[in-house]
């Protein structure tokens, strides 16, 4: 018994009619016939009746149809199991905590589009992984750093704070001031050991890890916070941002990637991404 004998019965049952199954199977009136002639032989069972507009199934044939359909379509499975299909093209990619969710929909959507069959993996950046997108600090001697983003960080706080009011803030208006601490930030190290070196008192309020956390933290009032000039945080009509003069308080994100590696085509797809995703955000905030 053959499945491609099995495959034109279910046609036939289905159509209701040998034409019909011929048309869904293009092949032959024939090659139905003849498929449906060898079932009947071997099974000893006349499967169908014929009449003027087509075949009536007989009681031999509907015992046969669920048998058949399962082994037809077990079958399809087995073919589109092991079809070949595009082969994915993996990506281990290291992301650091404060990167930003918007920015961080950005880049990814522009790899997805970039890069054909993609497979992402996120990952930490301190795990295995193919690149990362890191602080520039953070970049190894044996890799490569492509800067993507430029954070300048500011003081916020609530719109409400008379110290809201003050175009630029000092150090000395930052004594004393309940502040949302963040670690690891490296701008807020410098800010903290700057203050330290003038004499002026680091008053933490809360100890956080995110950004996130700190900006809703802002907005409840808990206390200020050092944070980035993020577009979403730019958007929040709860709290301000304001420089604070005489400290420089910025970072460079971008991509680091193993330095051996610089020239094959996975990372030449994500380095040219990167510098598209750089170019287009430099526009924006032109």
């Keep these: 018994m053959e499945l491609r004998s099995l495959k034109y019965f279910q046609a036939v049952y289905e159509q209701g009619s040998v034409s019909g199954a011929a048309r869904l199977c293009f092949v032959s009136q024939p090659s139905i016939t003849a498929a449906i002639q060898q079932l009947e032989t071997t099974l000893d069972q006349r499967l169908f009746v014929r009449h003027a507009r087509g075949v009536l199934p007989t009681s031999a044939a509907d015992k046969l149809y669920p048998i058949a359909k399962e082994m037809n379509d077990s079958a399809k499975s087995i073919i589109k199991l092991f079809s070949d299909g595009p082969t994915p093209v993996p990506l281990r990619l290291g992301l650091m905590r404060s990167l930003g969710a918007r920015r961080m929909s950005f880049l990814l959507k522009k790899l997805s589009k970039k890069i054909e069959h993609l497979e992402l993996t996120l990952v930490d950046p301190e795990e295995p992984c193919d690149a990362r997108i890191v602080l520039e600090q953070s970049a190894n001697p044996n890799e490569k750093f492509q800067a993507i983003w ?137």
């Design 150 to 286: 430029q954070d300048e960080y500011r003081l916020a706080m609530p719109t409400d704070w008379p110290l809201a009011k003050k175009a630029e803030i000092t150090l000395a208006d930052l004594d004393g001031l309940p502040f949302i601490s963040r670690s690891p930030c490296d701008a807020l190290d410098k800010l903290t050991a700057l203050m330290a070196s003038q004499d002026i008192s680091f008053q933490p309020r809360a100890n956080i890890r995110t950004v996130e956390y700190a900006l809703e933290l802002v907005k409840a009032g808990i206390g200020a916070a050092l944070l980035p000039c993020w577009q979403e945080i730019l958007d929040s009509e709860e709290l301000v941002l304001r420089p604070i003069k005489g400290a420089s308080l910025s970072k460079s994100i971008g991509l680091a990637y193993k330095s051996l590696k610089q020239n094959s085509p996975l990372i030449s797809d994500i380095r040219v991404t990167c510098q598209a995703v750089s170019t287009e955000d430099t526009e924006a905030l032109a």
